[in-house]
């Protein structure tokens, strides 16, 4: 299993980026999947979540500015990121419970490889 998060970049105060992570190979099925970054110096922190059911959860620092949603025919989870911040500069991990086909009762936790957004002041 594999996931593949893409779309950051360099962007302004103020501006929007999209997040995009999909997961590939043998997948039964999953649940929670969610958007994590990682500052330079800082320890790892959840930015949201969201259950299969499509229940969302928000880090209070993104509330209102970032959304969650995901694709579960496509396997996928979205962040739509707006009014960013310098502060939101990070490496965005995406993540997912999955259960694999090989082993469909048992869930664990799979990460992209991360992607890097920066804001500018």
């Known amino acids: 299993v594999q996931l593949q998060a893409s779309g950051g970049g360099l962007v302004q105060t103020g501006g929007s980026l999209r997040l995009s992570c999909a997961a590939s190979g043998s997948i039964f099925s999953i649940n929670t999947m969610g958007w994590y970054r990682q500052a330079p110096g800082k320890q790892r922190e959840l930015v949201a979540t969201i259950s299969r059911g499509g229940t969302r959860n928000y880090a209070d620092s993104v509330k209102g500015r970032f959304a969650i949603s995901r694709d579960n025919a496509k396997n996928a989870v979205y962040l739509q990121m707006n009014s960013l911040k310098p502060e939101d500069t990070a490496v965005y991990y995406c993540?997912?419970?999955?259960?694999?086909?090989?082993?469909?009762?048992?869930?664990?936790?799979?990460w992209g490889q991360g992607t890097l957004v920066t804001v500018s002041s």
């Open positions: 993540n997912g419970g999955i259960a694999t086909t090989q082993n469909p009762q048992a869930a664990y936790d799979y």
